[in-house]
Each structure stands twice: as structure tokens, then as C-alpha cells.
């Protein structure tokens, strides 16, 4: 509950230090100065029906904390919503007193949008009701639920939709992005799936998308993030679970850019029922790994082709686990940078290994491929850009220790940057804070519609604890 008097104060003085560097990141502050006091935040406290925290409350730092521990931010406040309503009297509070909002969802922002210095959280977390329609194929899930829940529900009707690696991640927080997911191939990606959605906007009100209801924001949520309002309900077309076999090898420290050539070979040619991607761990290496769904007699047929092009090197075949939890990663400091890269020439190849080489025991660089389905879809059919074959990249580093924080910052930052010459797109959900420049270049030909809307549904720019499109500055 709500009992410090000193809060008006402090939120004061942070907002304008936040304001300060708002303005140096580009981002726009809000019209109006902030005025919300302990008075004006107890009597909201009072209506959210679900928990309601800030910094004098029991419970507060375990709250705040986030996935990516290199953010340690401090909200002014965090309800965690029960319903809609909640979601609608924070998004009204919020904007009658000029404070930004952070959406919070499964809480894995690898740029830890989830929480933001001085801003009201909107955390969904108990928003997390799944509902599977078997006959019309559509999961609807709740604004906060994780990939894990969708998943154990519609396995248990044989039913998929496609979805990233790690089941601790918010579905919302994936597919508004766009999503880097497999299965792609076949049936798009994650944002491809999105068939209807239940918005908050800036002003409170609470619309339904979908084809023939608002088309405009219906377009902008597949690919734009949380940037037009918090989404509470998403409805995801649902697709037959095929067999799937995996197929992968191992490089370790040698060769890693011959490698990557042949890699770049092969997504060219990659039907759409194959999935693959080439990663650098920092302490195993380069590897390659494939995924064919369908019958044995089609993996086999594929990974004929693999062992062709890669020859004498050690590999290793593996069954698909239905396992809706998936690969989760340990909550850890890190540093990301992405492209989407549209092929691998000799000098990318070059650049590639020079980055693995130097990032040796700390330094990774995943590349998964987008072909198929999701390569297909026109370029402005959806706001999400990365259309045409290519590879979502994402280059990142930990660290545990304060004293290797600089050394992993700096490597994401000097090999990120040299693989800018091959790539303007990026993968939003991958990217570190960017500045609106960068976020300019990452949606390409989308982004004036994407601002343009913007300005219509959110002009005092509410909802910026993202990769924010700038509201377009009025004609
Ligand atoms: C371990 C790990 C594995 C990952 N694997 C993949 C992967 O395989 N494929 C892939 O594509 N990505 C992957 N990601 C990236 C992930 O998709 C993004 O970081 C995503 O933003 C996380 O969403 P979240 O809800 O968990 O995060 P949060 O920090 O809760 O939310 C991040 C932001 O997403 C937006 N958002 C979230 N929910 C809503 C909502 N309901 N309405 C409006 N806006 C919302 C808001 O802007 C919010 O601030 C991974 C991340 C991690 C940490």
C-alpha cells in the first residue's frame, strides 16, 4: 500500500533526470508534467483489484526485478492487473498524470522494457488464461500469458501455433514483435497467427482488431510491439503438430567462416518445411542444426543433402521433444545487438568468425533462418519488416561479474556495429535500447505508417518503454 509522503518528491526529481535523458535518447517526454502524488496513487491502489506496489511497499525490489539483471529500474508504481478494468484505470491514471507506462508480460525483454525508472508498470502477469477452440483452430490467450501455458494447452489437442525456444517467455511480448520462431517455414511466424487482439489504448478505450475491425492498429500490433497500447487478449490461428527430426553438427573453433559459407548455401535453397540456424556458443563453438517436419522418408532425404555439404564433420541426429517449457536460460546480465542479414558473402562470413574468434568464452551469435510462409508475406502487409529469406541474428553476451560487464558490452558493440553493412533490418526483440533512428532503419518502409499511427492513438507517446516509434510530427 501506498503511505509514503516523501514519493511526490523523489518521482518529481526523477522525471526530470528521466526527461533529461529522454530528450538525449530522442524519446518524446509527454506533453504534460508529471503530478502524480502519494494521494492521487493511494486512491488508485484503492481501485486496482489487484496488487498494487511502489517503493515503500514489502515486495517491491522482488517485483521489479526482471529477466536481464543489467536493468535495475524503479518504477513509481507496479499494479500487477486482475482484469481488463485494472489495465483501463492505470492506462487512464497514467495519462491524466503524464507518467509513462511499462507493459510488463512474461518479463524476458532482453532490453528489459518490462520495467522503466519512474513510469506506471502494467504487469499482466495474472492475465494469463488460455482457451483452445479445437474446431476453428484458435488459442485466445490472456495479455500475460507465457509460451509455456499456450503450448501445454493446445499439445493437448495436437494443435501448434509457432512460438520461440524458451517457455518462460511472454507470448504477447513475442508475437507483437513479430517472433523468431520455428515452424515458420510452414505456417508464418508468430505475428502471422495473430487473427484478432483486445487493445487498451492511450485514452482507456478498449478495442477489438482483427480483419474488418480496426485495420489500421490490427496492422500495426503484427510487428510494432507494445508501442499502440497493452494488449489483454490475443487470438492465435492453430495448425496440425507434424513429426519433426533434427539433424546437427559440430564445428568447435575450427573453420567457423568456411562453415558459415556453406551455411549461406544452403538457406537459399531451404524448402519450407526445413528450419535451420547456425550458433557460436561461447564455450562449444559454431554448430549447425536443422529441423524437417514431416515423414522420416523427407528428413532423410534432407539430411542427405547436409551430410553432403558437410562432409567429415561430427554430427548427430535427435528426436523433437513436445516440450512446452523448452530451453529456459537462467536469468542473467547480457548485451544483444541483431540484423537480418539477407545472405552470407565471403566478407560477412569473414566478419562472423573474427567476432566468434575474439568473443571466445563469453560471446555468442545466433543465426535462425526465416523462409517459407514468413518470407513470402508482402513487406507492408504487416508491420513486421523482415520479409523475403533471411536470417534473424542476434549477437549477445553475459556477464556475472561487474568487472566483465564492460568487456561484453563492448564486444556486442564492435561486432554488431561491423555487421551494419549487410543490414539495415533488425529484429526488434533483439535489439539493445535503440535510439529512434535505429528503429527507423530496423522497420524500413513501414515505419512512416507505424509513426503515423502512432500519432493518432498515442500523441503524448504514453507507451515508450519499447523499441518506441515516434508519434509522426503533425502535417
Ligand atoms: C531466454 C529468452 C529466450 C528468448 N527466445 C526467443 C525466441 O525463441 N524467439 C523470439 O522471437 N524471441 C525470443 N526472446 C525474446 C522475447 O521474444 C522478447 O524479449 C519479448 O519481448 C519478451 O516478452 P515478455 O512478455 O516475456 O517480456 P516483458 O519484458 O514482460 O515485455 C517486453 C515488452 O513487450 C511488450 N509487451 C509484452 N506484453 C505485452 C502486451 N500484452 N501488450 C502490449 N505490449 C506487450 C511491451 O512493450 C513490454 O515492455 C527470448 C528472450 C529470452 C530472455
Known sequence: MIGDERAPAA??????????????????????????????????SRQVRGRFLTSADAGYDDARRVWNKAYDRRPLAMARCADVDDVRRCVEFARRHALPVAIRGGGHSYAGWGVADGALQVDLGALDRVTIDPQRRVASVGGGTRIKQLLAASYAQGLITPMGACGEVGVAGLALAGGDTAARGLYGTACDNIIGAQLVTADGEVLELGPGRNDDLFWAIRGGGGNFGVVTRLDLQLHPILPSHNLGFRFGWNDIGAAMRVFGELMRTAPDYVRMGFEVDPAAGAAFGCRVYGSEVLAG?????LHKAFPRVESRLSPT???????????????VDAAFLEGVDDALAAVLERAALAGRGFGAILMGLSNGKAARIGMTETAYPLRGTGLSSMISAEWQRPEDRERAVSWVAEHGGALRPWATRAYVNYLPPSSPDRIREAYGVNHPRLAAIKAHVDPDNLFRSNQNILPAPAA
Open 301 to 305: 532425404d534432407y539430411f542427405a543433402i
Open 11 to 44: 518521482w518529481s526529481r526523477r522525471h526530470l533526470l528521466q526527461a533529461g535523458l529522454a530528450a538525449a535518447a530522442g524519446i518524446a517526454a509527454p506533453a504534460l508534467a508529471a503530478d502524480a502524488g502519494a494521494g492521487d496513487l493511494a486512491g488508485l
Open 321 to 335: 521433444r513436445l516440450d512446452p517449457v523448452g530451453e529456459v536460460w537462467d536469468t542473467t546480465n547480457l548485451a
